[in-house]
Each structure stands twice: as structure tokens, then as C-alpha cells.
């Protein structure tokens, strides 16, 4: 009986250490730190690589911020400068360039986002802008982990979550 009581005794001290341990925000030696990057990085390619193309296989690179993002806003490109470029983008009849999506709480914590440069379509004469067409963003979900409360070992949780954000622009009557 004796023993069983120790056993007894020694779950429930263990289960307030464990307690203590996932508390939020905090742990024994203070506040929680974030996990580094290459722990993040690793937690979401093991999710499912191919419900982020952004941040896994061959296409990591095409949502993370690489300095392609605009520092200040476009404008809608007008007539002779429309349509002309490289990329996509640039000569889209709905032409788009990104912005940062910036948010600290969530990896990756920036992320290159979609705008619509015109509010009609590069539709009319030498390329001049129609507004009987609108120019709209087109969304999609993405898989990014959200930060939560919890804190495990000295290191914030964090948790899987699916962010919806701007891809490109298109034309819709």
C-alpha cells in the first residue's frame, strides 16, 4: 500500500513539474525564447512539403521576401509603360507587384504578398486602362506555423496554421 502511495505521490509531483514546464508564456528559468529558424523550417517541411510550395521543394524561395518586394507602392502602369518586362507581373493585362506580409508571431515571419496595380484592366487602346473590368487579387491558403502560448523546454510552441494571401492579380467582369 505503501508503495503505492509513493508512485502516487511521485506522478502528481511530476505532472506539476510537467505543468510548470508547458506553461503558458513561461517556464522554470523565466520567460520563453523563440525556437531558431532551422527548427521552424524543418517543423513545417515535415508537415507537408507540398501544401507550402512557398517554403519547401523546389520552389521554396517564390513566397519568401528576397528583395524583389516593393519598398514603396506602384502605380498602374499607363499606356506605353504598360505591359512591358520580364516577368509575369509586368505584362499581365492585370499587372501586380508585392508587398511584405510582416507578422512576428508566425514563421515564416515575412512573406512576399501580392497587390493589384490598377483597379481596371490594361484592356483598352495601346494598352490604356478599361474600368468596365475590374483587377482583383487572386488568394490562396498557405501552411505557416502560428506561435502559440505554450512554452515546452524554454521555447515557444508553435503550431500549424493555414494564412490566406494575395498570389497575383487577374481580370473579372
Known sequence: M??????????????SCDAAWD?????????CAEP???????????????IAPGFGGSGESSLLVDGTEDVQRR?????ATGGKGKDIKDRSVSPWSFTVNQDS???PRRIKEAYC???????????????SVMS???????????????C?????????????????CTCSA
Do not use: W
Open 23 to 31: 506553461s503558458p508564456g513561461k517556464h522554470r528559468g523565466g520567460a
Open 117 to 131: 496595380l490598377c483597379d481596371g484592366c490594361l484592356l483598352g487602346h495601346d494598352g490604356q486602362e478599361e474600368r
Open 152 to 168: 515546452h523546454h524554454g521555447r515557444y510552441v508553435y503550431k500549424p496554421d493555414l494564412e490566406t494571401i494575395a498570389l497575383f
Open 36 to 50: 531558431s529558424d532551422n527548427k521552424l523550417r524543418m517543423q513545417l517541411r515535415k508537415l507537408e512539403p507540398t
Open 75 to 79: 502605380s498602374c502602369p499607363s499606356g
Open 105 to 107: 508571431s508566425r514563421y
Open 2 to 15: 505503501r508503495s503505492q502511495q509513493l508512485v502516487l505521490l511521485l506522478a502528481v509531483l511530476l505532472g
Open 136 to 150: 482583383e487579387p487572386f488568394f490562396t491558403s498557405i501552411l505557416v506555423l502560428r506561435r502559440t502560448k505554450r
